[in-house]
């Protein structure tokens, strides 16, 4: 696994001479309709504050992710962004055996080869339709006694995810540490999915959730995990920085997840705008395109006489980006993946892949 993320519209901008604001950027994974009005009015009302410390403690932003994340605020650990909590927990468990359901985001492996950590990938396969059940990995820990075990759910890039119920088990059955990346749980069915709930159960998970993605606020790095208190609480926090959340991250958080009809009109928009574009690509031939419970979808190439690269090439030259697939584990050249914009533009990106295959074809 590469370490390559989405596009780099800075880059690309500098190199095409082309404005980033002109580029449709499908390989982001982040809300189309940009971040809360009323929390960058408050940002803007409050701008004479970059003159003062934020709040040591943080309690009114704690309280207002409780809230939104049904969890009590005593189990809240804040961080700059899910990548560092990321790197904080696999320091504090220092596995020496890790499971990693792959593929997966690369900052996992990462920061397990940093310690040395021996892993063992369970991967998410194409001919089980990118679906890994909870028994396979119950008897992988039974073979392996891993002290770690790391779940992205929703998983990027194949957009599968386990329900609460399956989480349940696993963390039932194992008494090792479970680490659950919730960074695209806001694109499905919380009730359904998000283990949010467990930390008040369960000793050994740990939830990550960010606000890049869903809230469309990447600039203000601003993440959070919902951990149970004792020894695995104690020890995290005390790796937080005093004031590691600047006080603008601060102020947008506690509005932005009060914002309730923000939260569900971009839930509905997202919703309609996805179902949409599946359907719409799953008509186009060279395409396969499989199931996904997030805001993006896998999509594989059919015709053997091309692949994700030149579909990549025909697109950039229209200011359409995708995310090329092939640096996860187990994806090869044909594969690429798409999240969903605003709908016009999704019909952009649905009638450029027509006209790449309708070339090809000629």
């Known amino acids: 696994m590469k370490n390559e993320h989405g596009a780099n519209l800075f880059q690309l901008s500098n190199k095409l001479g082309i404005s980033k604001n002109e580029f449709l950027d499908f390989s982001s994974n982040i809300n189309p309709f940009g971040a809360s009005e009323k929390a960058?009015?408050?940002?803007?009302?409050?701008?004479d504050l970059v003159s003062i410390y934020p709040d040591p403690e943080y309690k009114a932003l704690r309280k207002a992710i409780a809230n939104y994340s049904n969890c009590n605020e005593n189990n809240i650990i804040l961080s700059t962004g899910a990548t560092e909590l990321i790197s904080a927990f696999v320091k504090y468990v220092l596995p020496k055996k890790a499971i990693l359901l792959s593929p997966a985001y690369s900052e996992y492996e990462k920061e397990l080869k940093k310690i040395n950590c021996n892993i063992t990938e369970i991967l998410y396969k194409k001919e089980n339709n990118f679906i890994i059940s909870v028994d396979e990995i119950l008897q992988k820990t039974?073979?392996?006694?891993?002290?770690?075990?790391?779940?992205?759910?929703?998983?990027?890039?194949?957009?599968?995810?386990?329900?609460?119920?399956q989480i349940s088990k696993i963390l039932e059955n194992f008494k090792g540490f479970v680490m659950i990346d919730e960074t695209y749980i806001e694109f499905t069915d919380l009730e359904k999915y998000s283990s949010s709930k467990l930390v008040e159960k369960y000793n050994n998970v740990f939830v990550i959730r960010g606000t890049s993605k869903f809230f469309s606020t990447p600039g203000i790095r601003l993440g959070y995990g919902v951990c149970p208190q004792g020894e695995t609480f104690n020890s995290l926090s005390s790796m937080s920085n005093l004031w590691?959340?600047?006080?603008?991250?601060?102020?947008?958080?506690?509005?932005?997840?009060?914002?309730?009809?923000?939260?569900e009109n971009c839930r509905k928009n997202i919703e309609n705008s996805f179902t949409k574009l599946k359907f719409n690509l799953s008509k186009i031939n060279s395409l396969k395109i499989y199931d996904s419970s997030s805001n993006f979808v896998l999509c594989e190439i059919l015709n053997?006489?091309?692949?994700?690269?030149?579909?990549?090439?025909?697109?950039?030259e229209k200011k359409i980006?995708?995310?090329?697939?092939?640096?996860?584990?187990?994806?090869?050249?044909?594969?690429?993946?798409?999240?969903?914009?605003?709908?016009?533009d999704n019909l952009k990106l649905i009638e450029s892949i027509k006209e790449f295959f309708l070339s090809k074809e000629s």
């Open 40 to 47: 960058k009015k408050a940002v803007i009302e409050n701008i």
């Open 142 to 165: 039974k073979q392996e006694n891993p002290d770690l075990i790391i779940i992205c759910n929703p998983n990027n890039p194949t957009g599968s995810a386990f329900t609460e119920k």
């Open 244 to 263: 590691n959340i600047n006080i603008f991250a601060e102020i947008m958080g506690e509005i932005m997840f009060q914002d309730f009809d923000y939260i």
């Open 304 to 316: 053997k006489d091309v692949d994700a690269n030149s579909l990549y090439n025909f697109l950039l």
């Open 321 to 344: 980006i995708i995310r090329k697939a092939s640096s996860f584990a187990g994806l090869n050249s044909k594969f690429f993946r798409v999240c969903v914009l605003k709908e016009e």
